[in-house]
C-alpha cells in the first residue's frame, strides 16, 4: 500500500480498503454515494480517486466520511499524504503525471498538427472537383478539438485554417461547383473561429468571424450554414449586448426553412428556445423546444452536415434543463439535466462543467443549498486549467449566490477553496 514518510496512508489505497471492509464493488460505492447525495457520482469518478488520478475535494471527504463512519480528519490527513507523495514522483522523475482529458486533448493537439496547413497558390492554379471534399474532412478533424480544449487553445488554429483556405480560394481557378463548395467550407471554418473566439473572450473578433461566415454560406447558396451563421450571431448578442437575440434567432430558423435536415432544425430551435428563455418567455421557449425535440426525433432523409455532429436527445435535453434553470423552474430543469448529464464524459469537460453550473442554479432556486455547493465543485474541478471564460464566468456567478449560505459547512469550504 501506498504511504508517505509518516506512515500515513495515502487516499487512494485508504479508499480501497475502506471499501472492500464493507464487501463493495466501485459501481456499488458510487450508487450508494448519489443516494446519500441526491446527485449522480460516477464509477469513474471512484476508480479515479483510488488510483489517485484525481483527489477528492473538501465536499466529497466529508461525503465519504460519512459513508464509510470514519473522521473526516483521517480522509484529510490521507490526501495531504498523496499530494506529498504526488510532488515527491513529480521531483524525482520530472514528468508530472496527466488525467484522461489531458491526454486525449494533448493526443487531439498531436494529430492536428500533422494537417499541415493549405500550401499557397500560383494564380489560376487549377484547383479539381475533390478540393472541397478534401477541405470539408479536415474542418471536420478540426471541429473535434473543441470538444476537449477551450477556445483559447483553438482560436489561433482555427484562424490560420481559415486564412489558408481563403487564400486557395482567392488564387485558384475552378468550377461554379466547386467555388460553392469553397465557400461554404469558408463559412464552416469561420464559424469555427468565431466560437473559438467567443470561447475565450475575444467577442469583436468573434462578431468579425461570423459576419464572415454568414457572408460566405450566402455566397455558397447553403440555407442550413446561413442559418447557424445567425444562430451563432444571436447567442453572441445575447452574450455581450443585454439584448434578447430572439430577432436573430427567429431569422436563423427561417433562413434554414423547414426543407433543413432535422438535426439543422433541431439546433436552430434549441438556440430560439434559448433566447426566449434568457427573455422570460416560458411559453414561446416551451413551444421552441417542442419543435427541437420533435426534430431530433424524425428519421432523417438526407445526412446531416458535419457541423451538427454533436447534437442529440441529449442535448436537447440538457438545452431544455438550461432554459428551464434560466426561467427558475427547478423541478422542470433538474429531472432534464440530470439524466442527460449522467451520460456525459468528463473529457468534454468545459461543456459538462459549464452545463452543471445550470444544475447548480436550479437546486440553489430549489432551496437545495449543500447539494448545490457540491455540483459547483464539481464544476471547478473540471473547468480547471481550461482555456475557456465561460466556466470561470457562470462559477463566479455562483459562488455570489452561494455567499449568503457561508456558515453551512460544505458552503464555507468551498469559498474558501475558491478565496471568495
Known amino acids: 500500500m501506498t504511504t508517505y514518510d509518516d506512515q500515513t496512508l495515502t487516499i487512494g489505497p485508504l479508499l480501497r480498503q475502506l471499501r472492500e471492509a464493507t464487501g463493495r464493488t466501485q459501481q456499488q460505492l458510487a450508487a450508494d454515494l448519489s443516494l446519500r447525495r441526491s446527485h ?48 515527491r514522483h513529480h521531483h524525482e522523475d520530472q514528468e508530472p503525471d496527466v488525467d484522461r482529458r489531458q491526454f486525449i486533448s494533448a493526443s487531439a493537439g498531436a494529430g492536428v498538427a ?19 471534399h478534401q477541405l470539408r ?13 477551450g477556445g483559447g487553445d483553438t482560436y ?11 487564400t486557395l480560394a482567392a488564387e485558384g481557378a475552378y468550377t461554379e461547383a466547386t467555388g460553392r463548395e469553397l465557400r461554404a467550407v469558408i463559412a464552416e471554418q469561420a464559424q469555427l473561429a468565431g466560437w473559438a473566439a467567443f470561447d475565450a473572450g475575444r467577442y469583436n473578433d468573434a462578431r468579425s ?13 447553403d440555407k442550413s450554414l446561413a ?4 444562430a451563432f450571431l444571436a447567442y453572441l448578442e445575447w452574450a455581450t449586448a443585454g439584448n434578447s437575440g430572439i430577432a436573430l434567432a427567429t431569422a436563423a430558423c427561417e433562413a434554414a426553412g423547414r426543407g433543413a435536415v432535422p438535426t439543422v432544425r433541431a439546433l436552430l430551435y434549441d438556440r430560439l428556445a434559448w433566447q426566449h428563455a434568457t427573455s422570460g418567455n416560458a411559453r414561446e421557449a416551451e413551444r421552441a423546444l417542442e419543435v427541437a425535440e420533435e426534430a431530433i426525433a424524425e428519421q432523417p432523409s438526407d445526412p446531416a452536415p458535419d457541423w451538427v455532429y454533436w447534437v442529440d436527445a441529449d442535448e436537447i435535453a440538457i438545452m431544455t434543463g438550461r432554459c428551464w434553470a434560466e426561467l427558475h423552474r427547478p423541478l422542470r430543469a433538474i429531472p432534464a439535466l440530470e439524466a442527460a448529464l449522467g451520460r456525459y464524459d468528463d473529457t468534454r469537460a468545459r461543456d459538462k462543467a ?3 453550473t445550470w444544475l447548480a442554479s436550479a437546486y440553489l432556486d430549489a432551496g437545495e443549498i449543500e447539494h448545490a455547493a457540491a455540483i459547483t465543485t464539481r464544476v471547478l474541478d473540471l473547468s480547471a486549467g481550461l482555456a475557456s471564460v465561460r466556466p470561470a464566468g457562470r462559477s463566479r ?7 449568503p449560505h457561508r456558515a453551512l459547512g460544505p458552503v464555507g469550504q468551498l469559498l474558501d477553496r475558491a478565496q471568495v
Open 40 to 87: 449522480p457520482v460516477e464509477q469513474g469518478m471512484i476508480s479515479r480517486w483510488e488510483n489517485e488520478e484525481r483527489l477528492p475535494d473538501p465536499v466529497s471527504r466529508q461525503l465519504l466520511a460519512d459513508e464509510f463512519a470514519v473522521p473526516l480528519d483521517q480522509l484529510c490527513r490521507a490526501v495531504v499524504a498523496a499530494r506529498r507523495l504526488r510532488r
Open 114 to 132: 500533422a494537417i499541415q496547413l493549405l500550401p499557397r497558390l500560383d494564380a489560376g492554379r487549377r484547383l479539381g472537383a475533390k478540393t472541397g
Open 137 to 149: 474532412q479536415r474542418t471536420a478533424r478540426l471541429r473535434r478539438l473543441d470538444d476537449f480544449v
Open 227 to 230: 442559418g447557424n451563421s445567425l
Open 156 to 166: 489561433t488554429l482555427y484562424c490560420a485554417e481559415l486564412t489558408a483556405t481563403t
Open 209 to 221: 468571424h461570423y459576419m464572415t461566415a454568414l457572408a460566405a454560406s450566402q455566397a455558397a447558396e
Open 397 to 403: 456567478m455562483l459562488l455570489q449566490r452561494l455567499q
Open 354 to 356: 459549464l452545463y452543471l
